[in-house]
């Protein structure tokens, strides 16, 4: 016979939630192996010792967790969507009677608790995936990604300079049409500081920037639909964001300007876990971070037990101050340099012994002073001839151009190591390291982006972006680590963490050139 089902509310007598759950259900299993019970003590001095109770931490931080698994960045529609789910009301340890908290408590929390509370969440997550082996440690790929901020182009406001902001755009900015009939769009309040208004640019920089506006300004009186946001030129330097004063304009290619956050993010090339992660400003260079980077990294690495060996990253970390600083640290860069490297002028030799250059007719150029590139603020050499010995020569008019009376040119102070560098990259272990590299960190950033709520920031703030980063980064490692299926044969690969541990011991002792003695695990 044909069945009917006939839907007819009624009171539960008896409901036990955990029963409707499957054994193999990913919350329920993330449930099991995820105790969240430090952040009681962890998050007790930011609470008062009266009034109303506030949600539980290890509540607000599974709910958050929730949000960034099922790729949701709204707090209302996270709420909207725990309600319908019995699997994640079982995980957040809510019956399917109670009330969840209100929306707007998600976003006070999150506001409460400094970046501190979610690092030390993300260095936990961390340590579970260093203990059932899913780490190897000496080897991290890092790569950036800019992350769209909370705000919009359209409420842009000029920065104030020190004479009259009218005087200031009638010297500077050159008004379309289209600006002068409708003016632009204006933000409910503006969060910046006296700094952040300022103009940072210098007078050769704002005239350039006038002449290119004048351009601007007769191709928008020309071009349909001038009105969006890629048709009109603006600056970090000239422009600031009232919504956010912390995102930056940044732009890639073929793509339009946006107000964007920088994410900056190490993975370890063993099982794609991410080792960290953090927010920096989008008008940055990936160059300038990589010291930051490399040292909170190394930190985070060695108190796992863990010896940081490789650093590889792709060509915009090169700078000749990162190579020696990773050196310094011990470390072996894989980071090709810019094209623009040459070492010299072409035709050149350098002379190591006595530092020095011999041009291409045998004349020695010698070495005259250090000093500071003042456009790129780089550490450099100058080599200069003197006038006697460039008089004469036959291809004078070529070497030195019209006026020049002298040879002279810079060269980084870090030529030794960019060479050594190069040889590095260019070696069959940098062909290894750049695959590595490209199968590694990037899949990760597109997943982080497009499937882990990273695609945009929610929230207001650098220090609000940065715990919106490591809460993704901490829903990304959870993932992993219920994927990974452990394998323990007889070599020992379940026990990688104290291997290391013990290496890391003897090249602290002995260094890392002397022999080590042959233990029952390998390294």
């Known amino acids: 016979m044909q069945g009917k089902k006939e839907y007819q509310e009624k009171l539960f007598a008896q409901f036990q939630l955990s029963e409707r759950i499957p054994k193999n259900n990913f919350y329920r299993r993330l449930k099991c192996v995820l105790d969240l019970e430090f952040l009681y003590m962890l998050t007790r001095p930011y609470y008062g010792e009266s009034g109303q109770k506030s949600i539980d931490p290890v509540v607000f931080f599974k709910l958050c967790l929730v949000g960034y698994l099922e790729n949701i960045i709204s707090d209302r529609k996270l709420i909207d969507h725990c309600s319908m789910r019995l699997d994640i009301l079982y995980f957040i340890g809510y019956d399917i009677d109670e009330e969840l908290p209100w929306h707007s408590t998600i976003s006070r929390t999150r506001q409460l608790y400094p970046e501190s509370v979610f690092e030390e969440v993300f260095t936990k997550v961390f340590c579970m995936c260093v203990e059932k082996g899913m780490v190897s440690g000496h080897t991290q790929a890092i790569d950036s ?36 009939e409708a003016p632009h769009r204006k933000s409910k309040g503006d969060r910046s500081d006296k700094g952040q208004r300022s103009v940072t640019a210098n007078n050769k920089e704002l005239d350039a920037i006038k002449g290119r506006n ?63 992660i953090r927010a920096y400003h989008a008008d940055g260079k990936d160059n300038q971070q990589l010291q930051d980077i490399v040292q909170r990294l190394q930190r985070r690495l060695w ?27 011990g470390l072996k860069s894989f980071i090709p340099a810019h094209g623009t490297f040459k ?16 041009c291409p007719q045998g004349k020695t150029i010698p070495f005259t002073k250090e000093f500071r590139d003042h456009r790129t603020g780089t550490r450099k050499k100058e080599y ?24 002279k040119f810079g060269v980084t102070y870090y030529r030794a190591e960019y060479f050594r560098n190069i040889a590095r990259v260019k070696s069959p272990q940098g062909r290894y390291m750049k695959g590595k590299r490209q199968s590694t960190v990037e899949p990760v950033f597109g997943t982080l982006t497009q499937f882990m709520g990273l695609r945009k920031i929610n929230t207001i703030g ?21 994927k990974f299926d ?6 020992g690969v379940g026990t990688p963490a104290f291997a290391t541990l013990v290496k890391s011991a003897f090249e602290l002792l002995f260094g890392p050139s002397l022999k080590r003695p042959k233990l029952a695990f390998p390294f």
């Open 343 to 358: 070492g010299g002028p072409d035709g050149f030799v350098y002379e190591q012994g006595t530092d020095s250059y011999r």
């Open 384 to 407: 200069r001839a003197r006038k006697h010995i460039c008089t004469g020569c036959p291809i004078r008019s070529s070497c030195l151009g019209k006026s020049a009376q002298e040879k």
């Open 303 to 329: 108190q796992q037990g863990f010896v940081f060996e490789n650093c590889v990253a792709d060509t915009g970390y090169s700078s000749g101050e990162n190579y020696a600083f990773l050196e310094s640290r």
């Open 145 to 180: 990604a800019p992350v769209k901020a909370n705000a919009s182009m359209d409420t842009l406001e000029p920065k104030v300079p020190e004479d009259e902001l009218d005087e200031h755009l009638r010297k500077v900015r050159t008004l379309s049409s289209m600006d002068k």
């Open 486 to 491: 452990q394998k323990l044969v007889e070599s």
């Open 214 to 276: 004048k351009k601007w300004a007769k191709d928008q009186d020309q071009r349909p639909g001038a009105g969006n946001k890629g048709a009109k030129y603006t600056s970090n330097k000239t422009h600031y964001s009232p919504t956010d004063p912390d995102a930056r304009i940044s732009v890639k290619p073929g793509k339009a300007r946006k107000l964007n956050y920088l994410s900056q993010l190490s993975v370890d090339t063993a099982h794609h876990v991410i080792t960290d």
């Open 462 to 482: 650098i220090e609000q972006a940065n715990k919106v980063m490591h809460l993704s980064a901490i829903a990304y490692n959870l993932k992993k680590y219920l």
